[in-house]
């Protein structure tokens, strides 16, 4: 009986960070400002080697969850807003009319 569920099925990690993303990949904070870290932290790059977390590059003015962890007012918080409820288009104002 087939249940609809998807087992090969990653889920998105979106990350605004590059060289965040390489070390992740690498599994190693073998670069000079990142020694600190410790190898024990470095277990997403096991769920990233068995294809459970895909990691996806986004430009940092599109993240949205900076919405949740950053002070913001004005039109960036409002586009954020809209992408975080998933509304693909911006309001009109009501003098555009």
């Not at 294809?51 to 950053?70: F, N, S």
Request: proline letters at 3%; glycine letters at 8%.
């Amino acid at each position: 009986m087939n249940l609809g569920i998807h087992r090969n099925v990653y889920i998105p990690m979106y990350v605004d960070s590059t060289c965040a993303m390489q070390m992740m990949k690498q599994g190693t904070g073998s670069f000079k400002r990142a020694k600190h870290i410790k190898v024990r932290f470095f277990w997403m790059k096991d769920l990233i080697d068995e294809g459970k977390i895909k990691l996806i590059y986004v430009p940092t003015d599109e993240l949205v969850a900076d919405i949740l962890t950053k002070p913001m007012s004005g039109g960036k918080f409002q586009y954020l807003l809209f992408k975080l409820i998933g509304w693909s288009h911006i309001m009109k104002n009501d003098d555009d009319n």
